[in-house]
């Protein structure tokens, strides 16, 4: 496996260097540009900016979407939070100016703007979980004499807990691909997002290739944290994997 992955490495480095149009900086020119960014520009700091207020976002997302999705089972409730899952297709762009007006700070609307747009993805996702959960699942809890309270507890908020955090991981990925757009349109805090459209307004393309093949690679780096998460916190919903560090952490718990 290691062999395939190297083989594949190399082979994208030669194809970018060897066999892409004139246009596009080879990788020196994006290394070399990547070390400017990193010296003068702060790329580094930018980017615990960006992976702080994404964190930030997803965790606000994460309480509001689970409270809609669990107080969807209120008959009272159910139209309006289906009503938020169509927003999803709404445009950033005239959105954004709403919520900053709602806020004090341009860095309060910044968050206020990513919260609310993956809070329509997660939420959608939740409610599909909660639907799918059998009906016979509610028939058994209630034989147990339990309130509905307890039903609603024990069926769909720890019944789907794993579900959830899957979808979580998933949405953070969406997040993580729309937090450029939406740090560019509130600059004043900075973010990688800011920082992309200076560079493409003031550098070559060589450096902003070097800042999204950064953003991807972190990214990359948090959706495996986050999934080791919830791999080691689920342990009776593992599934095999080649990852040293986690076959560790199963056999040590053994």
Known sequence: RILVVVFYVVAFFLLWQYATPAGIPGPGK????????????????????????????????????MALAYLSRIPV??????????????????I???????????????LTTMSFTILTYLLTGLLAVIRDIPQRMYNYSRTLRMGEGEVTWYTVVRGTLYEACD????????????????????????????LLVNVYQR????????????????????????????????PW???????????WVASDQH
Do not use: H
Not at 77 to 94: A, D, Q
Not at 96 to 110: D, P, R
Not at 237 to 247: G, Q, S
């Open 167 to 194: 979808l979580m991981v998933q949405n953070f990925a969406i997040a993580w691909m729309m937090l450029t757009s939406i740090e560019a349109m509130f600059r004043e805090y900075g973010g990688v997002g800011a």
């Open 203 to 234: 550098k070559g393309f060589e450096y902003v290739f070097a800042i999204q093949i950064t953003i991807l690679i972190v990214g990359l780096v948090l959706d495996s944290l986050l999934r080791g998460a919830i791999w080691i916190a689920f």
């Open 237 to 247: 919903k593992r599934k095999a994997t080649r990852n040293p560090f986690l076959n």
């Open 96 to 110: 954004s100016f709403i919520f900053l007006l709602f806020t004090s700070t341009s860095y309060q609307a910044k």
């Open 77 to 94: 409730f159910e139209p309006l939070v289906s009503l938020l899952t169509k927003f999803r297709f709404l445009s950033l762009i005239g």
């Open 30 to 65: 994006c290394w070399a540009a990547w070390q400017e960014l990193v010296g003068q520009y702060n790329l580094i700091g930018e980017l615990f900016n960006s992976a702080q207020t994404c964190l930030v976002a997803m965790f606000i997302t994460i309480v509001a979407a």
